[in-house]
């Protein structure tokens, strides 16, 4: 098992930036990679970005690019991701999640392990 644990979500105003990580602890050796997930009301739950746990390189969803930026702390096995310039379509409850199988995966099947979420609101 791997829990993960996020933390750092909250309300904003639209323009502002929040940081978000995500702990994980247990059987990390077996973790290839990790991804942000963020699910608003109503929708399906959607990949914000990935990052490979060999490389560090990351990819992100097109409407986060050049805002978001995902990194790692290898030593502390946690996950970040910086949200600059959030606008109110970035509500929604942000959840991390490691993968246990080699590669990585844009696909909310191709992850073993979830953490709790977090809530994210943008405000107008």
């Known amino acids: 098992q791997v829990p993960l644990v996020e933390s750092g979500g909250g309300l904003v105003q639209a323009g502002g930036s929040l940081r978000l990580s995500c702990a994980a602890s247990?059987?990390?050796?077996?973790?290839?990679?990790m991804g942000w997930f963020r699910q608003a009301p109503g929708k399906e739950r959607e990949v914000v970005s990935v990052?490979?746990?060999?490389?560090?390189?990351?990819n992100y969803q097109d409407s986060v690019k050049g805002r978001f930026t995902m990194s790692r702390d290898t030593a502390k096995n946690t996950v970040y991701l910086q949200m600059n310039s959030l606008k109110p379509e970035d509500t929604a409850v942000y959840y991390c999640?490691?993968?246990?199988?080699?590669?990585?995966?844009?696909?909310?099947?191709?992850?073993?392990?979830w953490g709790q979420g977090t809530q994210v609101t943008v405000s107008s």
């Open positions: 999640a490691a993968r246990s199988r080699v590669g990585i995966s844009y696909l909310t099947s191709g992850y073993q392990y």
């Open positions: 247990g059987r990390t050796s077996s973790i290839y990679s």
């Open positions: 990052i490979s746990g060999r490389s560090g390189s990351t």
